[in-house]
């Protein structure tokens, strides 16, 4: 099997800048034993002594303030108690507390390796835990995460020199540690939580590492047939049933008791089947009755539609499709579980991934999936021999020079920048690329200069809609690990209003005649999760007051079928008070709430580096390809304004001169 190595996590979505990018909320490692002498643990902070409660205190930035009124923290019975309770529009997004070294001093932890905390959750309700750790240069820092459940203990490990699930990430100076920032993210629970032993120790230059967090691509999507090793005794875990190697390569089960299953599992980590959308096995019953085997994959279970009657044979296929990433994720499989009812004795000749294609309903692609008066008001079906600048901006706000999560892989080395090289038109295909290459952003002479390229398409200052049927058909990137692909559509507010991230603001401001802007997510794919996996999401900044507070008033994440060319076909259906997501034509997320956009909107695609939270970029996978075939949209006569339409501009592929 080809080994794919990298450290998964779930995420939690921020909006920044008025783009999507993500932070960790789970990250779990082992750590090997490391070569070498390991120093004696360093307590940090002593939580026993009457002056620990002066290295304590509520972090006041204004990214993290103000704190839900009635929050507390207190030093005693040798623990720091903390008390966020839930959160209020206008409270930090995620509250937290600083604990510094005594005396205005710095730590020097050059002999160590890690810095770790002991978290108790003390609340009814899962807890969010962050810890992050600060050398006072600025910029990205290491850091981990963890959920602790309800009345249980967990120690969070933050390794020098790693971050975001301990990737290779930001250099820190750790003969200068600052600070250590603990923060939770806000929400409508409350976080109590008690933190202990917060402590140095391991071997300077220690690395995170664990078989169990290997991943494993199986060559082919072959798991088990022919020609593949198969290890019986270390990749099968019975509970009574008998279980033998056939001749061919096949495992042949004798269930000997009822409510018996077998376990496979990887010779060692586990598995990531993004490249696949379904698992298939192939049995035959060589049992004296019928059967009818069941197929388990995490949270999914398939069933044989008929018995099976000896002496014949049969395909159990479990689908990833539909199924939410919250609870189930095909890049992380840890075991495939087979059961039969009835029958005792199968043969398991095959267990292989497989990439099923859907057939798409006729409609997709020609109007909208509703009923009204629609008249198609924008069709790009990238045909021509170049971009027309009329329409498009392949230029734009990208802020390399700032410290911006999003379009940067894990730290600042790690940056992209738009170039036109990067914005294809490849037989009748919009291609936006990420690749290894040095140069400036926006290709501009003094532009802030990275060592890869990515391309962006938008619409910004010169076609926008307020309503409407939009639609895109896109073939994701190929499985690989560190970029983006993204269909966003923001408010334009016209060139009245400056600066950009005023006019193109998912909020109510007081410019605004109506509900405001929204921020409408058609698209996000992180890679590593396999071309079937999309986000969609609707978003908006509770009003100017909490700018950059952000709010979902929906979201969906989780598989989608691809069409027998690899292509998705994603739709927005946008009413007044009303926001429907679709893909291959069928609705998968509606959002009816009163703070949807009213605001004229303009249409963004892009292909960026994914932000911190994404697995660590691969160089030797690039370039990676984002394919759009077309981008659509519909009007309803009743819903247009005079501002439907194109804008008259100079044709420069520069937004900020149109």
């Not at 009204?372 to 027309?388: H, I, K, M, N, T």
Request: proline letters at 6%; one cysteine or more; a neutral charge.
């Amino acid at each position: 099997m080809r080994l794919t190595r990298y450290f998964l996590f779930s995420v939690s979505v921020l909006v920044m800048a008025g783009v999507c990018f993500l932070l960790p909320s789970v990250g779990r490692m082992a750590y090997a034993q490391q070569a070498g002498s390991t120093p004696a643990p360093k307590l940090l902070i002593d939580f026993n002594s009457p002056d620990a409660s002066k290295q304590v205190s509520i972090r006041t930035d204004p990214a993290y303030q103000p704190i839900p009124k009635g929050s507390s923290i207190a030093v005693e019975k040798g623990a720091l108690l903390v008390n966020f309770l839930p959160h209020q529009p206008g409270d930090a997004d995620h509250p937290g507390l600083r604990i510094v070294p005594a005396e205005g001093k710095v730590w020097e932890l050059s002999a160590y390796g890690h810095i770790e905390a002991k978290v108790t959750n003390l609340g009814t309700k899962q807890l969010p835990f962050v810890m992050q750790i600060e050398d006072g240069s600025g910029g990205l820092n290491n850091l981990e995460s963890i959920n602790v459940a309800p009345g249980e203990t967990k120690v969070l490990k933050v390794v020098f020199g790693y971050q975001y699930n301990y990737e290779p990430g930001a250099p820190i100076n750790t003969s200068h540690i600052s600070e250590i920032f603990l923060f939770n993210w806000g929400g409508p629970n409350p976080h109590n939580f008690r933190i202990e032993e917060v402590k140095a120790a391991g071997a300077p230059g220690e690395k995170p590492f664990d078989a169990n967090e290997i991943g494993y691509r199986p060559e082919g999507g072959v798991i088990l047939g022919k020609g593949v090793a198969f290890d019986v005794a270390r990749q099968v875990e019975t509970n009574g049933a008998e279980v033998r190697s056939d001749a061919d390569g096949a495992l042949a089960v004798n269930f000997t008791g009822r409510d018996q299953t077998i376990k496979i599992k990887p010779a060692a980590g586990f598995w990531d089947m993004a490249e696949g959308n379904q698992l298939r096995i192939h049995v035959k019953n060589v049992g004296k009755s019928g059967t009818s085997p069941v197929l388990t994959v995490g949270t999914l279970q398939g069933k044989s539609r008929e018995q099976v009657a000896p002496g014949a044979e049969a395909d159990v296929a479990v689908s990833f499709i539909g199924a939410d990433t919250a609870s189930f994720s095909s890049s992380k499989i840890n075991e495939i579980g087979i059961a039969t009812e009835g029958s005792k004795t199968i043969l398991i000749s095959s267990i292989v991934l497989e990439q099923a294609a859907e057939e798409l309903p006729n409609w997709l692609g020609k109007k909208p999936p509703v009923t009204g008066d629609w008249v198609q008001s924008f069709d790009e079906e990238f045909d021509g021999p170049a971009l027309d600048y009329k329409k498009w901006n392949i230029y734009g706000v990208n802020n390399l020079d700032g410290n911006h999560p999003w379009n940067r892989n894990h730290n600042s080395l790690r940056m992209a920048h738009w170039s036109k090289d990067n914005v294809l038109l490849k037989d009748g295909k919009l291609i936006l690329r990420v690749d290894k290459k040095t140069g400036p952003n926006n290709d501009a002479p003094g532009g802030v200069v990275s060592d890869y390229a990515s391309g962006l398409l938008t619409t910004y200052g010169k076609w926008t809609q307020r309503y409407g049927y939009f639609e895109a058909r896109v073939k994701l990137p190929k499985v690989q690990s560190g970029v983006l692909a993204s269909i966003a559509i923001y408010p334009d507010r016209g060139k009245q209003i400056t600066p950009q991230a005023m006019r193109s603001n998912p909020a109510k401001l007081p410019g605004d005649a109506g509900v405001g802007g929204s921020e409408f997510r058609l698209l996000d794919n992180f890679s590593y999760a396999g071309p079937d996996r999309i986000s969609m999401a609707l978003r908006d900044n509770l009003d100017t007051k909490t700018f950059g507070q952000t709010e979902k008033l929906g979201s969906i994440d989780r598989y989608v079928q691809p069409d027998k060319d690899g292509y998705l076909t994603l739709g927005l259906l946008w009413l007044p008070g009303s926001a429907a997501y679709y893909a291959n034509g069928k609705e998968i997320l509606k959002v009816e709430n009163k703070r949807v956009s009213d605001v004229e909107s303009y249409l963004k695609l892009s292909l960026i580096l994914g932000g911190n939270n994404n697995v660590l970029l691969n160089e030797t996978k690039l370039p990676a390809d984002f394919a759009i075939d077309y981008v659509r949209a519909w009007q309803r006569k009743d819903l247009a304004s005079p501002e439907d339409e194109a804008k008259p501009n100079q044709g420069d592929p520069d937004e900020a001169k149109n």
